[in-house]
């Protein structure tokens, strides 16, 4: 069985930093693009970071250019991200997402991914 599971959520202070796991089981991660997505309450999920398979990165969002950043482990079988320079509005549920797609460029949307996790809760509060 196919399965995302993403961890290292939890509570930060405005201007901390947070890293993001999501693992997969059932399946190697080698030939898929993973993206992360965020869901704030009352607004759309969106997208933040993808990775290609070959590990180049693409911003899905200006607002985390500079601060966000996104890695893959294969050995791991598992992909982070790691944010910094935490605001507010970068409270939200962050959720993993995977496509095989093996390209030197990422899916250019949510809908194209076919694996979802069930999301880590960030909040950026003092």
């Known amino acids: 069985q196919l399965q995302l599971v993403e961890s290292g959520g939890g509570l930060v202070q405005p201007g901390g930093s947070l890293r993001l796991s999501c693992a997969a089981s059932?399946?190697?991660?080698?030939?898929?693009?993973i993206g992360w997505f965020r869901q704030a309450p009352g607004k759309d999920r969106e997208g933040v970071l993808c990775?290609?398979?070959?590990?180049?990165?693409?911003n899905y969002a200006d607002s985390v250019k500079g601060r966000f950043t996104i890695s893959r482990d294969n050995a791991k079988n598992t992909v982070y991200l790691q944010m910094n320079s935490l605001t507010p509005e970068d409270t939200a549920v962050y959720y993993c997402?995977?496509?095989?797609?093996?390209?030197?460029?990422?899916?250019?949307?949510?809908?194209?991914?076919?694996?979802w996790g069930q999301g880590t809760q960030v909040t950026v509060s003092s």
């Open positions: 990775i290609t398979s070959s590990g180049d990165s693409t």
């Open positions: 059932g399946f190697t991660l080698d030939y898929y693009a």
């Open positions: 997402a995977a496509l095989k797609f093996r390209r030197s460029y990422c899916p250019s949307g949510r809908g194209e991914y076919a694996y």
